[in-house]
């Protein structure tokens, strides 16, 4: 907008007081704002025709950019299923495709699983959402959330890259098997002023800045053990007999090995006793102790 350019605005999940004061606070000018910003909330499941003529509309503005605001959202409005890919597939028809066809960049924003572990480089719902992606797909991975009079850090990496021009300019990921792009930075200035810049990826890790992620990250993988430790324990405490391994990996959402090790650390740690059932099979109850600890 600051260069002069029309940009539209289609939100299924906020609401237009919260997008345009976001805007204000990272800097942008009102009468910019005013004169080239275009913001529609639909209100009700729009038909083809309706979609035609407000596709039309934003054409003949002939924006640079384009933001769709909740694919989930929107999807559900529309009535089509998100864990069907050819739902997924017509919702690229109806809207997405047109869109683009108007010469601006469109971006969908889309919710990711919330489970770490199963969530790998897709939104949530089918994996057509990421199939069908003409471009680029980025993920937000959050490391350090962003609030008023803080410093807010989330990675920027890349889960698809379908003209294979964007991925030479980041860094692997380590262990993350997507690209590492960029770092989304916010750092709050209190109520009224937010600086927002985004950062080439470093490849070293001691600047306080990465060490802190790094320590945000061990912290939050040790939240995620102890919140299966938790899990299993209440799985066992509600059983009438003890538990197989097999069983608890059914039982207890996430990937089964780490269940599997989380178990063994409650075994070493004596809140869960293990002992031999039939064919060899190791049965799980919990120890005595926890038991009376808890009541």
């Known amino acids: 907008m600051s260069r002069g350019n029309h940009v539209a605005y289609l939100d299924f999940e906020d609401s ?3 997008v ?3 805007l204000l606070l990272i800097g942008a000018v009102p009468h910019q ?3 080239l910003f275009h913001y529609v909330r639909p209100g009700s499941t729009p038909t083809q025709v309706q979609l035609n003529q407000f596709i039309d509309r934003i054409g003949d503005l002939g924006p640079s950019l384009i933001i769709v605001d909740g694919v989930t959202e929107a999807m559900v409005m529309m009535g089509l299923e998100l864990k069907e890919n050819t739902e997924i597939a017509k919702f690229g028809r109806m809207l997405l495709c047109p869109l683009a066809d108007t010469g601006a960049a469109v971006v969908p924003l889309d919710h990711v699983v919330k489970n770490n572990e199963s969530r790998g480089r897709y939104a949530l ?3 057509h959402k990421l199939n069908a992606v003409d471009g680029v797909q980025y993920m937000l ?3 350090r959330p962003f609030g008023i009079n803080t410093e807010g850090r989330s990675p920027l990496r890349i889960a698809k890259d379908r003209p294979a021009q964007i991925r030479r300019h980041a860094l692997p990921g380590g262990r993350n098997p997507m690209h590492w792009f960029a770092d989304l930075v916010i750092r709050s ?4 002023f937010a600086d927002a810049h985004l950062y080439p990826p470093i490849q070293h890790q001691d600047e306080p800045a990465e060490e802190a992620a790094a320590t945000d990250k061990a912290a939050q993988e040790e939240a995620d053990i102890k919140e299966r430790e938790a899990a299993i324990l209440a799985a066992l405490r509600e059983a009438t007999e003890p538990m197989s391994k097999k069983a608890l990996e059914e039982l207890i959402p996430g990937w089964a090995s780490v269940t599997r090790r ?3 650390r409650l075994v070493h740690g004596g809140q869960v ?11 799980q109850s919990r120890a005595p102790t926890s038991v009376a600890s808890a009541t």
Do not use: M, Q
């Open 16 to 18: 237009e007081a919260g």
């Open 20 to 22: 345009v004061s976001r």
């Open 33 to 35: 704002v005013s004169r």
């Open 125 to 127: 719902g089918g994996v």
């Open 141 to 143: 991975e959050a490391v």
């Open 189 to 192: 200035e209190g109520e009224e």
């Open 262 to 264: 989380v178990l063994t």
């Open 273 to 283: 006793t293990a002992k031999n059932g039939p064919r060899g099979a190791a049965l």
